[in-house]
């Protein structure tokens, strides 16, 4: 059974740091793009980071550049956010996803993607 679980969320006030991470199982990743999207409240799920599967690519939102860092570890079948600076408005279920069809490319678009995680909480109080 394969499985991306998220960690890592929480309550920060506006300006903090949190770091999530998806672990893999059931099947390697090493080959997949990854990515991070989020979903707010009333909102449509989007997307936030990407990486390919050499981490030679990554994609952001550009309401997240400069603040956050996508980043993988394939030995460990598993990737990163980083995510500084944070605003109230990045509050949201944050969800892993994984995507071999075009693992080379760091992919923003959320149906070439065909594993997904439960999702994890970032709250941001101002």
């Known amino acids: 059974q394969v499985q991306l679980v998220e960690s890592g969320g929480g309550v920060v006030q506006a300006g903090g740091s949190l770091r999530l991470s998806c672990a893999a199982s059931?099947?390697?990743?090493?080959?997949?793009?990854m990515g991070w999207f989020r979903q707010a409240p009333g909102k449509d799920r989007e997307f936030v980071a990407s990486?390919?599967?050499?981490?030679?690519?990554?994609n952001y939102r550009d309401s997240v550049k400069g603040r956050f860092i996508i980043s993988r570890d394939n030995a460990k079948n598993a990737a990163y956010l980083q995510m500084t600076n944070l605003r109230p408005e990045d509050t949201a279920v944050y969800y892993c996803?994984?995507?071999?069809?075009?693992?080379?490319?760091?992919?923003?678009?959320?149906?070439?993607?065909?594993?997904w995680g439960q999702g994890t909480q970032v709250t941001v109080s101002s």
């Open positions: 996803a994984g995507g071999f069809r075009f693992g080379g490319v760091a992919l923003d678009l959320a149906t070439l993607y065909e594993y």
């Open positions: 990486i390919n599967w050499n981490s030679d690519q990554t």
């Open positions: 059931g099947r390697i990743f090493n080959a997949a793009a």
